[in-house]
Structures are given as structure tokens and as C-alpha cells.
């Protein structure tokens, strides 16, 4: 019984007639398994709202970055423009991610994985926490560039799992 009003034929995705229609999809199950891992099965499919997430996480490390290159506690040598490195790529970052359809999410990565850097650098230096002089406002903010960048490889892996999905991708969902 084929229902024509379906919102999966309506949407253009049509899988009758295939290995897929008929039997069940296994190539996330190991072999001697009968289930896949259990975060296989969460899938969120809400691909404008994660593209947004993704490009504030990222405006967000920008954002604190400058907020400690400004602040008068250098975290190592050198720090400052390497803060404002990462400032200069996250506005470009979130720039080209919302002006255009492009899949930018390795180059995020890159801008997480560099503030993440910085900050392991500046637990090696002179990082700007209270115990070295810094006011709560700059350890805070410090603190910030450390969960953003964080968050953001989080939500990279997910998306590459594919537990999320960011636009202009989309999961087609079925129902």
C-alpha cells in the first residue's frame, strides 16, 4: 500500500524499491552486534538552529579572546597577537557563516583548537586568574575561551557522528 501524500514522497526522497525499504540498515552496527551504540540513536534535526550555535560558539571565542588581548594581563609572551589572531579569523569565520551556504565547520575547529592552545599556553605563563592579579571580569572571560572551545569540538564531533545536522545539510527525516 503506497500512501502518495506522504511527507517523505512529497519531499522528494524515495526509497522504495530498495535494500533500505525492506530491510534494516546496518552499517552502523560492528559485526557480531546486534545494536549500533547508543548515541546512534539520537539524532536532532535541527539544522539553521545548529548552524547558528556553531557560528556563536565561535563569535563567542572571538569575542573573549579580544576581551583578554584588551585586558592588561598578558597570559605568556607573544599571547596578544596570537589572541587577536583568533579574534580576526572568528570574524571571518562568522562572516562567511552567515553570508553564505558553506560548510565551515573544519576551519571552526581550527579557531577552537587555537584558542584551546592559547590557554594551555597561558597555564604554562602568566594566565589571567585572581591568584595572579587578574580581576574576576578577565578570569571569567579567560575561563570562556576555554568552554567555548570545548563546546565547539563537542557540537563538531556530534556533527560528525551525525547526531546534529548543520544547514544547509539536513537528516530527512522520514515522518
Given at each position: 500500500?503506497e ?21 534494516p ?7 557480531g ?16 538552529t545548529t ?8 563569535a ?32 571571518v ?42 580581576s574576576?571580569?578577565d ?34 527525516f522520514?515522518?
Open positions: 500500500m500512501d502518495e501524500n506522504s511527507p517523505a514522497l512529497r519531499a522528494g526522497v524515495d526509497f522504495r524499491g530498495t535494500p533500505n525499504a525492506t530491510q540498515v546496518l552499517e552502523h552496527i560492528r559485526p552486534k546486534k545494536r549500533a551504540p547508543l548515541l546512534r540513536y539520537i539524532r536532532i534535526n535541527l539544522p539553521r548552524r547558528l550555535l556553531l557560528i556563536a560558539v565561535i563567542v571565542i572571538g569575542g573573549a579572546s579580544a576581551a583578554v588581548a584588551l585586558s592588561n594581563h598578558e597570559p605568556f609572551l607573544f599571547a596578544v597577537p596570537a589572541l587577536w589572531s583568533v579574534f580576526g579569523a572568528a570574524v569565520f562568522v562572516a562567511v557563516g552567515l553570508l553564505s551556504s558553506a560548510r565551515i565547520w573544519t576551519w571552526g575547529l581550527i579557531i577552537a583548537l587555537s584558542s584551546l592552545l592559547i590557554y594551555l599556553g597561558g597555564l604554562l605563563g602568566n594566565a589571567p586568574y585572581i591568584w595572579n592579579g587578574a574576576v571580569v578570569a571569567a572571560i579567560w575561563n570562556l575561551t576555554l568552554f567555548a572551545s570545548i563546546g565547539y569540538m563537542v557540537l563538531f564531533w556530534a556533527l560528525r557522528y551525525g547526531m546534529i545536522v548543520a544547514a544547509p545539510d539536513n537528516q530527512n522520514m515522518d
